[in-house]
């Protein structure tokens, strides 16, 4: 991919610009740069995609800014518009490896086009600015922009209408349906309603893990040390809990809330725990009893605070929901969580006083 | 009982419709469908407030509250002594966003 002859950096809050007319491409010529790109996916591309997946380097995954061609494509071809995050733009050039058309990039800081829409940089301005850049309305005779359907948060319209001339159509969520919606002209209901299948859901894994790998070792480090390995086991079982078998199993949990569904995850794991702390014959029976009553109350707690978190990571919670489930649930989580962690210190404590 | 997505801020005017279907096009949850003077609120509790109807209404007959339903970045908000609603996000604070 040839993308050096762009040195300048571009912030997409720098500069507040006005609307510019409409210009006759017949009598001018485009002077700005366009990159060359091809529908080809490389090994290092890949390669990138797979880092990204892993949360290594997380924010340089990115491509220029600024407007692609894509095969040969000429003043009739489609414009579509894509954010420069690798995997955003990646996915775009793979679903049209064989038509001719422009991408128009986005400086979206390297987000992928849902969460820069959602914050803004994904937005009116910055596609105005870009428009306005890669000099669009004397290397096109036509005046149609294909947006992403999940960029629409960002974008508004009318209102790039109202200050480039550029008429914006919502393509397909997906850039696998590019093609279908190219040939169309139109988006089907089935391809405008966003999903979150199994496949999307486990993708996700590997990040989530990597938010919690740090204190996940030492909190089983620790806990080998002073409460034996069936506590240290607990630990990983919880994280895992939270972050492998809920993403895999959310449609099937019940309860609709994000919190309840983690805490019956969470009841579900600690039960073992708790059975084998119960009928641990080494034990006295008041250091039994405590021992089998923490792991339910610390293990729910934790997985669902980590499940609750999830809910940023999908796209099916609005932010009133989400409110509401923090001033629901947080209190009681903090409450049982902090009870079994005085529990813990308590059974701690006894032991080695040799008291229960 | 353990729906916490029951209610949201979406608010629907049709007398401000002009039937252009942009709501239809941008939803990703099929919150609109087509009616014959103006477009339907078919399914208004699967609306997760993205924003995207209200942004591309022409003519002011949607409005929400819209946001990103992250727990996160609220929870971190809230930590650092900000608004839950400020519309932080926490999945690039890094330090290398310009703005």
């Known amino acids: 991919m040839d993308n050096n002859k762009d040195n300048s950096k571009f912030c997409s809050c720098d500069t507040k610009f006005q609307a510019f007319p409409l210009m006759n491409f017949s009598h001018s010529y485009p002077s700005s740069d366009i990159f060359s790109t091809t529908g080809k996916l490389e090994f290092r591309d890949r390669f990138d995609h797979f880092l990204a997946r892993m949360g290594i380097d997380r924010m340089n995954h990115v491509v220029k800014p600024g407007l692609y061609k894509l095969g040969d494509p000429d003043k009739t071809s489609d414009i579509i518009v894509s954010a420069n995050y690798k995997l955003s733009f990646d996915s775009v050039r793979d679903s049209l490896q064989h038509i001719d058309c422009y991408i128009l990039v986005l400086d979206t800081k390297g987000i992928n086009v849902w969460c820069a829409a959602g914050k803004g940089t994904f937005g009116t301005d910055e596609l105005v600015k870009r428009i306005r850049l890669a000099e669009l309305t004397k290397r096109v005779e036509h005046r149609r922009l294909i947006v992403p359907q999940l960029g629409a948060p960002g974008i508004s319209a009318h209102e790039v209408f109202n200050r480039s001339g550029f008429k914006v159509e919502y393509g397909p969520i997906k850039a696998s349906d590019l093609p279908e919606y190219l040939n169309e002209r139109k988006t089907t209901p089935e391809m405008r309603k966003v999903k979150f299948p199994l496949k999307d859901r486990l993708i996700l894994i590997p990040i989530e893990l990597s938010h919690l790998l740090l204190p996940t070792i030492v909190l089983t480090l620790i806990l080998y040390f002073f409460a034996g390995p069936l506590a240290s086991l607990a630990v990983i079982t919880t994280v895992l809990a939270g972050t492998v078998l809920f993403p895999t199993l959310l449609p099937f949990i019940p309860t609709s809330d994000f919190t309840t569904k983690g805490f019956i995850l969470g009841i579900i794991v600690a039960i073992p725990f708790s059975i084998l702390y119960l009928t641990d014959p080494n034990t006295s029976p008041g250091a039994s009893i405590l021992g089998s009553i923490i792991p339910l109350l610390i293990i729910p707690s934790v997985t669902a605070y980590i499940t609750l978190n999830f809910t940023g990571a999908t796209p099916l919670t609005s932010k009133s929901g989400v409110k509401k489930e923090i001033y629901r649930y947080i209190p009681i989580l903090a409450f049982m969580g902090g009870a079994g962690i005085i529990l813990l210190l308590l059974l701690g404590t006894l032991s080695f006083l040799e008291v229960i | ?99």
């Open chain 2, 1 to 99: 009982m353990f729906n916490s997505y029951l209610e949201n801020t979406l608010e629907y005017y049709p007398e401000n419709c002009i039937n252009c279907h942009r709501c239809i096009q941008v939803c990703p949850h099929n919150v609109f469908t087509e009616g014959n003077d103006h477009v339907k609120l078919t399914n208004p509790t699967s609306c997760i407030e993205c924003g995207a109807c209200a942004q591309n209404c022409p003519n002011e007959a949607i409005k929400v509250e819209a946001g990103v339903g992250c727990a996160w970045a609220m929870i971190r908000a809230a930590l650092k002594g900000k608004e839950m609603d400020s519309g932080e996000c926490g999945c690039d604070d890094d330090g290398k966003s310009c703005c």
